[in-house]
């Protein structure tokens, strides 16, 4: 599975983005989906994660209420909606796919190249 994410952007405090990760590869749709992201001089961490059918979903706390994550399996597709935008979200951010729903990137078995926000205030 090859992973490409991009929407990232520059946007001010409280604003909104959505992210996607387009996925190459007709077993797109057997796998968990995750979106983790890393901020400058800090570890990656995890913000949300879909299972495979969408059934299941999994949020950083940081992020509940303000992040909705999705999938489109038609169109071998994650989503990353971000609303009400902090300056804390600034970060690169990742997509990636797992055999299993996890909140572990070290359970991630592929890795998209990123895409960057930017929040200003």
């Known amino acids: 599975v090859q992973l490409q994410a991009y929407g990232g952007g520059l946007v001010q405090a409280g604003g909104s983005l959505r992210l996607s990760c387009a996925a190459s590869?007709?077993?797109?749709?057997?796998?968990?989906m995750g979106w983790f992201r890393q901020a400058p001089g800090k570890e990656r961490e995890f913000v949300a994660a879909i299972s495979w059918n969408g059934g299941r979903i999994r949020y950083a706390d940081s992020v509940k209420g303000r992040f909705t994550i999705s999938r489109d399996n038609a169109k071998n597709t994650v989503y990353l909606q971000m609303n009400n935008l902090k300056l804390e979200d600034t970060a690169v951010y990742y997509c990636a796919a797992a055999p299993q729903l996890s909140m572990f990137g070290s359970e991630y078995e592929y890795w998209g190249q990123g895409t960057e926000v930017t929040v200003s205030s």
């Open positions: 590869g007709r077993t797109f749709s057997s796998y968990a």
